[in-house]
C-alpha cells in the first residue's frame, strides 16, 4: 500500500484507509462522480409467471388458457407446497392440455448454471441464468433452527458501491416477482429433496426456507414493486409461500422515499439499512447513494419504519481495516442512533471477508470487538455476525464475475 492509498485523518489522529476501486474502473457521471442508475432497462424481462400475479389474475389467465378457474388453485398447490412446475407430477390435472396449462402459468425462469457448497453442506450457493442469459446469486444457509436464503432482486446493480463486484457492471435489469419467488421455490425443493447438510445429521421431510434476505445481487428498493409483490406472495398463506413476514429481511443502501414507502405498506418485514459508515465525508465515498441522502435522512428513515411499523431495524456495518472501524465511529454511530431514541434498532457490524493487501480488508479482531462494545456500552444492541460461505462468497457477485471470466477466456459469450 502506498502512503497516499492511506492517509491519516489527523496528523497524529488514526490511519485512514479511503475507499477505492480495485481491479475495475468505476463508472462516473459528467461531474466525475460515480454513476447511479435508477431506470432499468425494459427488455430481457422474462415471460409472465403464475407467481407475477395476483390470485384474481391467476384465475383469469387460467381461464384465457382454456381452463375452469379451479385449477388456478390446483397449479398454486404443486408449486408452492410441492415446489414444481413438471406436469408429469400433476396428475390431478386432466391429460388434455395439462402441458399447455403448465408451460403457460409456470414457464421454466432459472437455470442452474453452478452450485458451490461449504461448512459440510450446510452453505450452499447457486449461480442461475435468467432466460436472457443474466447471471443472478442465490445463497442457502442451515444454522440451528432456522434455514435462510440470500436472494437476489436485480441482474447487476446501478448503485455502483466501489467495492462490490456486481455494483461494477451496472443494472442489466430488475427481475421479475416471479423470478424472485423461483429461488425460494427452488431452494425448499432441494432441501426437500435432502440436498442441504448431510441428511443423515439433520432435516426431515417438511422442512423449508423460513428465512429471507434482500441481500444478494441488486437493491430491492430500487425494483420496488416486483419486490412487494415477491414478498407478498412469500407471505400469502393460502396463495402463496405462507412464510412469516418477520423472517424476511428487505434491506437497503438508503433509498429514502421508498424507505417510507415501505414503512406504508401493512406488511412487517424485517427492514435493514446497510449504512457502513456514521459519516457523510466517507459514506459519500463508500455507497454513492449517500451523495443523494445523507446519513441523517437514512436514518430518519429508518426511524420512521420502526415508528410506523413497532419492528426494530437492524443496521449493517461491514468492519473494514482502517476505513471505517475506528473507535471514534463507533461513538458517532451509538450518538446518531441514541438521538432518535432507545430500542429501536439494533447494529449487526460484520467483517469484510478478508482480501490480503486489498484496501478492503477485514478489520483485526481486537479492533471489532472494541467497536462492538463501545455500541452495546452505550445502549445500543450489537451482534458481530458470522460470515457464512466465506471460502465461496468472497464479495456480492463474485461467482458471477468469476463465471463471466471464464466464458470470455473461454470465447463463450455472457450475454
Ligand atoms: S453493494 Fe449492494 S447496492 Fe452496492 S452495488 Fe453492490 S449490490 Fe448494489
Known amino acids: 500500500m502506498t502512503e497516499s492509498e492511506s492517509t491519516p485523518v489527523r496528523s497524529t489522529g488514526p490511519r485512514q484507509v479511503r475507499p477505492r476501486t480495485e481491479g475495475w474502473t468505476q463508472k462516473l457521471d459528467a461531474d466525475g462522480k460515480p454513476l447511479l442508475q435508477f431506470a432499468a432497462p425494459k427488455k430481457g424481462m422474462p415471460p409472465v409467471h403464475l407467481a407475477d400475479l395476483t390470485p384474481d389474475e391467476r384465475v383469469a389467465k387460467v381461464k384465457e388458457l382454456g381452463m375452469p378457474g379451479f385449477r388456478a388453485a390446483q397449479l398454486e398447490k404443486h408449486y408452492f407446497q410441492h415446489y414444481t412446475s413438471d406436469p408429469a407430477h400433476m396428475t390431478d390435472l386432466p391429460a388434455s392440455g395439462r402441458d399447455e396449462l403448465a408451460a403457460g402459468m409456470l414457464p421454466h425462469l432459472l437455470t442452474e448454471v453452478r452450485r458451490l457448497e461449504t461448512d459440510r453442506g450446510d452453505t450452499i450457493k447457486f449461480l ?59 431452494a425448499n425443493r432441494l432441501i426437500a429433496e435432502g440436498g442441504l447438510g448431510d441428511p443423515r445429521r439433520v432435516g426431515h421431510e417438511d422442512e423449508r426456507v423460513t428465512n429471507i434476505v434482500f441481500m444478494g445481487m441488486g437493491e430491492p428498493l430500487a425494483n420496488y414493486n416486483r419486490v412487494m409483490q415477491a414478498v407478498r406472495t412469500m407471505v400469502d398463506k393460502k396463495h402463496g409461500l405462507g412464510m412469516s413476514a418477520r423472517g424476511i429481511t428487505v434491506s437497503t443502501v438508503g433509498l429514502v422515499p421508498a424507505i417510507n414507502k415501505l414503512a406504508a405498506e401493512d406488511i412487517p418485514v424485517t427492514f435493514a439499512l446497510s449504512l457502513h459508515a456514521p ?66 434498532v439494533h447494529v449487526n457490524p460484520i467483517p469484510l471477508n478478508p482480501t490480503p493487501g486489498s484496501v478492503w480488508t477485514a478489520s483485526e479482531v481486537p479492533v471489532q470487538n472494541e467497536f462492538v462494545r463501545r455500541l452495546n456500552e452505550a445502549g445500543i444492541p450489537t451482534t458481530l455476525r458470522d460470515t457464512r460461505g466465506k471460502e465461496i462468497d468472497g464479495a456480492c457477485g463474485q461467482l458471477v464475475a468469476t463465471e463471466e471470466d471464464q466464458a470470455v477466456a473461454a470465447g463463450v459469450p455472457t450475454d
Open 128 to 186: 442461475w441464468k435468467l432466460h436472457d442469459g443474466a447471471l443472478v446469486e442465490s445463497v442457502l444457509m442451515r444454522y440451528t433452527g432456522r434455514i435462510t436464503l440470500c436472494v437476489s432482486s436485480q441482474a447487476g446493480c446501478g448503485m455502483n458501491c466501489p467495492f462490490c463486484a456486481t455494483g461494477q457492471a451496472g443494472l442489466t435489469r430488475n427481475m421479475s416477482a416471479a423470478e424472485i419467488v423461483e429461488q425460494v421455490v427452488r
Open 279 to 344: 459519516d457523510d465525508l466517507l459514506r459519500d465515498e463508500m455507497i454513492p447513494i449517500n451523495s443523494r441522502w445523507k446519513v441523517d435522512e437514512a436514518l430518519d428513515a429508518a426511524r420512521g419504519y420502526f415508528e410506523k411499523t413497532g419492528r426494530r431495524v437492524s443496521i449493517e456495518y461491514a468492519l473494514i481495516k482502517d476505513m471505517n472501524d475506528h473507535a471514534w465511529r463507533a461513538d458517532l454511530l451509538a450518538d446518531k442512533l441514541n438521538a432518535r431514541g432507545r430500542g429501536w
